[in-house]
Structures are given as C-alpha cells and as structure tokens.
C-alpha cells in the first residue's frame, strides 16, 4: 500500500511523517490503519496517538469499503432487537447492501474483539446498540473512515456521537397520566438500571405526572428493573405483596411488563379488573398478552432505518452532528382500567 494512497488530502501529516515520530516502517503504520493483529499493543497505541493527535482521517473512497452495514448489540436477548434488525436491512436492502449482526460488549460499549474485526472488515458503516463509546473507539473508526451512528433506546450519547433516540419523559409522562386519569393514586414503576439514561428519563416522567396531579409517590413504589421479563416479576412480586399493594404498575419494559402479569396470575389478582399494567416499548408480543398491553409505542424499526440512512448520507464535513429523537405514543389496549379499589388498602 502506497503512502500516498493513505495520506490525509488536507496535508496536515502524511503517515511517513507519523511513521518517523513513531519510530517505526511505513508498513507498520499502515498495518495499523488496517486493524491489522500482528502489531505489538503498545506500538498500536503510539501510532493511534500520533494519528489522533495530527486530526488524522483515512480518505473514504467507496472501494474500500465492504458492501455491508455492521449492526452491534451488547445482547440479542431483547425482543426489540428484532425490530432494529428489519429497520436496518429496510434500509440495507434498498442500498443493495448486506447486514452483518454483532454481539459483543457491554451495554455502555463493545468488546475490544469487535473493534479489532470491524476494522478489518471496513463496512460501508456501523450501527451500535450502546449507550456511549469510548473515546478510542471513536477515534479508531474515525480514522479508518467508518461511519458509526448508536441507536439509543439505552442512553443518552456524548455530543460528538450521532444518534437515533425517543421521547423517553413523554413516554414515561404519558404512560403514568393514563393511569392517573383512570383514577389510580398508587402506582408503582418498575423503570430499567439506575445508569441508564432513558430509565431516568421515564422515572422523571412519571414523577412529573404524579406531581402535576398533586400525588406523592411511595418510595417503595420505586424500582429498578433490568428490562427483562424475570426483573419485572421479581419486583412485581415484592409490590403486589401486602395490604398496601398498588393499584396500577408502570413497567418501563414490555418484557418487565409480561413479568408484572405473572406476578399478578400468581397473587391471585385479575387484570385490569384488580390491577392495571402498562408497558414500554410495544413490541409485537405485548398485542398477544393476557389482557393484550397497554404501552407506549417506541418507533423502534423507525429508529434503526434513520440510523441506516444517516450511515449512508453523503459525509459533510461542515455538517454538525446529527441527534434524532423520535416521537413515542400511548398505545391502549386491554391491560388498564379505572379504579374502582379505592378500599384497598
């Protein structure tokens, strides 16, 4: 590979004039532009500092890139992972390109494994899952050229970082108002992990609901789930047990949502009839519960197909980066009623 054909057009530096500073061969810089394993890591880092510190960018040409869009999770679990992946290959497809789906990581970054690959790998872009990236990994895939977008269902990304999001305090708001206006005081959430973004913003959500309505919630009516359907039966479990049980639970997740249902089957308790339940997400399954779910529609495909085509638009350099936050809406079916238990207590 020639130096020439790896220099930044703007002529800051050339990766000779790196290579120097490095003290090591032009091979070895391009190796590392590359993502080449057969480097030692501590002259990686050397040469990777070099380059971030001279603003150095790879120069995209549409060759060099493989016909694919790179979509990472931390997990696959989530039934809304599915909805990302046909949101992405909607998208992939009309590009003529394929869809390559990564688990790796964490739910605040991807594994070094990933990044190493993805580097050899040069899609035409990649789509992360996550609720940050590390400074290193940006700076890796800015210098290879490789556009990167996090859809955020799970955070709330740095300002340098584009990003697809909802209207998680609407959702949250909406959510606890329908119940309010049914006539229920005691409500419970069940949000997702305290060191995620969107599980604060619906929290605030609903204690702005509870506020304007003039209620004050029970702190024991406060929890942190983790998403999942076990989280939100646990919880559920611990709520509805005791004379002083609420009479509507807002889940943060459908699947926590389907656990509030269990819960409820197992305490003997009919829903709606004895307790409302909304959920958050609506994903296909929560029309297919018992009573099918109330929730709050997060435009999940939606958000995976603008991530896709923000990878795919023409890069601008003067262009700022782009936040996208999409708008989510109360979907009500068949899991909530008015209070009529203003006994129980």
């Given at each position: 590979m020639r130096?020439?054909?790896e220099d930044e057009t703007a002529g800051r530096v050339t990766l000779a004039e790196v290579a120097a500073q490095a003290g090591v061969?032009?091979?070895t810089v391009s190796k590392v532009l590359n993502g080449r394993s057969d480097v030692a890591s501590v002259t990686r880092t050397r040469v990777e500092r070099l380059l971030a510190e001279h603003g150095y960018r790879r120069r995209?040409?549409?060759?060099?890139?493989a016909p694919l869009i790179e979509l990472v999770f931390h997990e696959l679990?989530?039934?809304w992972a599915m909805e990302l992946i046909r949101g992405v290959e909607n998208v992939a497809q009309r590009s003529r390109l394929s869809v390559v789906v990564t688990e790796s990581g964490t739910r605040h970054a991807p594994g070094r494994e990933w990044l190493d690959g993805v580097l050899q790998r040069r899609p035409r872009g990649v789509v992360l899952v996550f609720s940050a990236l590390p400074d290193h990994v940006k700076k890796q895939l800015r210098s290879r050229a490789i556009p990167f977008v996090i859809v955020d269902p799970?955070?709330?990304?740095e300002p340098d970082?584009?990003?697809?999001?909802s209207a998680n305090w609407s959702g949250g708001m909406a959510a606890t108002r329908h119940l309010i206006d049914h006539g229920h005081e005691r409500i419970a959430i069940i949000t997702g992990p305290a060191d995620l973004m969107c599980s604060l913003a619906r929290l605030d959500?609903?204690?702005s609901a509870m506020a304007m309505a003039g209620l004050e919630p029970d702190p024991r009516h406060i929890r942190y789930g983790d998403f999942h359907v076990q989280g939100g039966f646990t919880h559920a479990m611990e709520l509805l047990d005791g004379p002083d049980r609420p009479?509507?639970?807002f889940a943060g997740s459908d699947l926590q949502a389907l656990g509030v249902l269990e819960a409820a089957r197992r305490k003997g308790l009919s829903v709606p009839g004895e307790l409302s339940v909304v959920g958050y997400d609506d994903v296909p399954a929560a029309q297919w519960s018992s009573p099918p779910l109330t929730t709050v529609h997060q435009p999940l495909r939606q958000m995976a197909e603008e991530a896709a085509r923000m990878l795919l638009a023409p890069q601008d350099a003067a262009r700022p980066t782009l936040r996208m936050e999409l708008a989510t809406k109360l979907v009500v079916r068949q899991s909530t009623a008015p209070n009529d238990l203003e006994s129980v207590r």
């Open positions: 130096a020439r054909d061969s032009l091979s995209s040409a549409p060759s060099s890139h679990e989530s039934v799970a955070g709330d990304p970082v584009p990003s697809v999001g959500g609903y204690r009479t509507a639970i």
